[in-house]
């Protein structure tokens, strides 16, 4: 099994729309799962089950997940937004690399 | 509240062991799988290991089969990590994670504890 492949970094302007990618064979056919991380913090389930959000994840917070990529987007990002992003396949356990969001 | 608070980090010798320890509070313990993640320094996450409600079933990731051994303690709520064998490149902050009872997501992560593996 390998794991999914993310974006080193991605780039955002405060008030606009980020999306964040995780791509792995048949990705689509299984559960992925995102994680917020904050310098020197634990990480934060922020989507489950491809498009479910934990209580108290912002509704600005969704994901998809079709053929092979996964895609957690966030609307109207704010600068709180800044952090790492993972995603996970739910069904190996293997995260993808991480993904450096900068709002700027 | 839940808490998840890891015990048992620090230096290691290469070739030599460590117990990481787990004291779980704030949920029924049993009624969920649990596991470990670990992140070296300045990288990202890496899946270890998980357990499941009554410690019947383990799985691991390939690079430590064979030397790391998860197990738990349901009377005393507490997850475990066995580590032998250690290597340089198992440097790393372990977290200790629950796994979501609705079957996809680790729903809460203790603080993390650091093993540092150096001669």
């Known amino acids: 099994s390998y794991e999914p492949t993310q974006p080193p970094s991605v780039s955002v302007s405060p008030g606009q729309t980020a999306s964040i990618t995780c791509s792995g064979e048949k990705l689509g056919d299984k559960f992925v799962c995102w994680y917020q991380q904050k310098p020197g913090q634990s990480p934060v389930l922020v989507i489950y089950?491809?498009?479910k959000r934990p209580s108290g994840i912002p509704e600005r917070f969704s994901g998809s997940n079709s053929g092979n990529t996964a895609t957690l987007t966030i609307s109207g990002t704010q600068a709180m937004d800044e952090a790492d992003y993972y995603c996970q396949s739910w069904d190996n356990k293997l995260f993808g690399g991480g993904t450096k969001l900068t709002v700027l | 509240e839940v808490q998840l608070v890891e015990s048992g980090g620090g230096l290691a010798q290469p070739g030599g062991s460590l117990r990481l320890s787990c004291a779980a509070s704030?949920?029924?313990?049993?009624?969920?799988?649990m596991g470990w993640v670990r992140q070296a320094p300045g990288k990202g996450l890496q899946w270890v290991a998980n357990i499941n409600k009554d410690g019947s079933e383990k799985y691991d990731v390939d690079s430590v089969r064979g030397r790391f051994t998860i197990s738990r303690d349901n009377a005393k709520t507490s997850l475990y990590l066995e580590m032998s064998t250690l290597r340089a490149e198992d440097t790393a902050v372990y977290f200790c994670?629950?796994?979501?009872?609705?079957?996809?997501?680790?729903?809460?992560w203790g603080q993390g504890a650091l093993v540092t593996v150096s001669s």
């Open positions: 704030g949920f029924t313990f049993s009624d969920y799988w």
């Open positions: 089950q491809n498009n």
């Open positions: 994670a629950r796994e979501s009872m609705a079957g996809s997501g680790i729903d809460y």
